[in-house]
């Protein structure tokens, strides 16, 4: 089992950036793929990044690519997504989520196991 907690989240106007934070607890947090995703009002929730287990390798949705960032940090147990040149169509509740123990993950929400509340992000025009 693994528990995920978002923080971070606020308004923002556009242009500017936000940087959200993942707290994980339960089994060992680097034997997990962590992603973050989307879901805008009205849509459903849509992949933004994903991030390896020793955070070499990350893959990111083409409509945030060059603006957003996914690390993790193995020893304090977090994954974070910094967002910079916000946009309005941005805004979103944005969740964490961790795939299968030992197993790789991608864009597909189905490859993903445990997921947090959400946090949301609003960005003004």
């Known amino acids: 089992q693994v528990q995920l907690v978002e923080s971070g989240g606020g308004l923002v106007q556009a242009g500017g950036s936000l940087r959200l934070s993942c707290a994980a607890s339960?089994?060992?947090?680097?034997?997990?793929?962590m992603g973050w995703f989307r879901r805008a009002p009205g849509k459903e929730r849509e992949f933004v990044a994903t991030?390896?287990?020793?955070?070499?390798?990350?893959d990111y949705a083409g409509s945030v690519k060059g603006r957003f960032t996914i690390s993790r940090d193995n020893a304090k147990n977090t994954v974070d997504l910094q967002m910079n040149s916000l946009k309005p169509e941005d805004t979103a509740v944005y969740y964490c989520?961790?795939?299968?123990?030992?197993?790789?993950?991608?864009?597909?929400?189905?490859?993903?196991?445990?997921w947090g509340q959400g946090t949301q992000v609003t960005v003004s025009s």
């Open positions: 989520a961790a795939g299968r123990w030992g197993s790789t993950a991608g864009r597909a929400e189905g490859s993903y196991v445990y």
């Open positions: 991030i390896s287990w020793s955070g070499g390798s990350t």
């Open positions: 339960g089994r060992t947090f680097s034997n997990y793929y």
